[in-house]
């Protein structure tokens, strides 16, 4: 049976989703968490993509193979005894066999979150990038507009990134304000490393008044990481939603 | 100079506000980092009133004498440089040299947040009870509203109060709605050794329908600890605000 799951998480604690040679990662958590319940050693899963140290995920989706009978509507509940409080799974649905959480994803939104406010919300600090001064939110919505759309995004992904192709497609860029917060929302059919990271880096520029709106196009086509921003903090970004035509789950 | 602040701070991780035995408490802490500041060894804060282990404040207020010349606007700042990013100072003001935090306080807000999801939001898991079950809010408000008054709390107090009156004014006492999560907001002149804990306890059993609103005036009557519901679990409450007469944080 292949089941897909949606799993939020504090990503603070764990060196990101995908399992590393060290150990600590979301990944090996959600694994030994499945084996332990169905005795499968071997067991593996998939996640939508990897996540970042510190990175945070919403609704992280992944899926995996398993020969037991624990019924798909009791798979959260168990798997959630045994997982520390910092993982937190959130739907479990049967997919169809050939489900692949990575390449059956058809959209991805990322949020980033800036806390404008003089002092930081200590209830929310390791979610939230703190800049306590304010920012030009107008401006900041002119710079997301030059995103949406097929870019190459070679300016907006690490210099480290070994993917073949750059190009990548931005269906949404949205500001939300939430008082003296601010939410990024950027939803694509795929992103590159860093590339959430530096677009609100390159978009938190913009709101200081240090780079123009209408610089995105050029810096866009310049496809040279030094064009761009930095890479903002980590601890601002979280995996929103991954969609799929096979899989929605009951949130 | 007498030096009034406002504190927020995730007492997750601390014994409590007030100083103990064993340190890590958020006084010392405080404490610490004002005598560093001032130079001043014997340095201490007066607290509003204590907050125990795990319960976390969103507007805890403390005062300090000082001889010290740091300007009162830069305080907030230079104090912050000084702490762990689970505590906050929002406000810093110069107040009469009777104010006293504690005594001087007219009005105290505490808040207690249940979440009612299905499973908990990973992200506000440390300042929210889970409780997966629904509640009946209606039978919720109204229990809240035998609370308001004059009563002697004697029924909703720890055994090991050791306050020679438990007699308390409670102005308010709402539930407000937050999709599945409910937030309790209490407001009094003063409140006993683990009260608010006993009365969040107390009315989640009404909205559990295991006991009914119209009890609560008998369990006042009966000056009988064991009457009431059980002490809720800590990490639910948060010190909200604290209000005075020589003293509003502009926050």
């Avoid at 050693?41 to 193979?65: M, W």
């Avoid at 479990?92 to 002092?119: E, L, Q």
């Avoid at 995004?153 to 949205?174: D, G, L, M, N």
Wanted: neutral net charge.
């Amino acid at each position: 049976m292949n089941i897909a799951m949606t799993v939020s998480y504090d990503g603070t604690s764990y060196y990101g989703f995908q399992t590393q040679p060290y150990g600590n990662t979301v990944q090996d958590i959600l694994e030994a968490g499945i084996r332990s319940l169905t005795g499968e050693e071997e067991l593996r899963i998939t996640g939508s993509g990897r996540t970042d140290a510190g990175v945070h995920a919403h609704g992280q989706v992944f899926n995996f193979h398993t020969a037991s009978r624990i019924p798909v509507e009791r798979w959260a509940l168990a798997l959630n005894s045994r997982l520390p409080d910092d993982i937190v799974v959130r739907d479990a649905a049967r997919v169809p066999d050939d489900f692949h959480a990575r390449r059956s994803a058809k959209r991805k939104t990322y949020r980033y979150t800036i806390d404008c406010g003089k002092f930081p919300d200590v209830f929310a600090r390791h979610y939230r990038f703190h800049h306590p001064t304010p920012l030009d939110r107008a401006a900041m919505r002119e710079a997301l507009r030059h995103f949406v759309g097929e870019h190459d995004f070679t300016s907006f992904a690490s210099k480290h990134s070994t993917q073949p192709s750059h190009v990548r497609t931005i269906y949404e860029a949205e500001l939300v304000e939430e008082g003296s917060v601010i939410h990024l929302f950027i939803t694509g059919n795929g992103f590159l490393y860093n590339m959430v990271r530096i677009i609100a880096g390159t978009v938190i520029l913009v709101g200081e008044g240090k780079m123009r709106p209408d610089a995105i196009p050029d810096i866009l086509a310049a496809k040279d990481r030094n064009m761009a921003g930095p890479t903002a903090m980590a601890h601002g970004l979280t995996l929103w939603r991954v969609q799929y035509e096979e899989y929605a789950p009951e949130l």
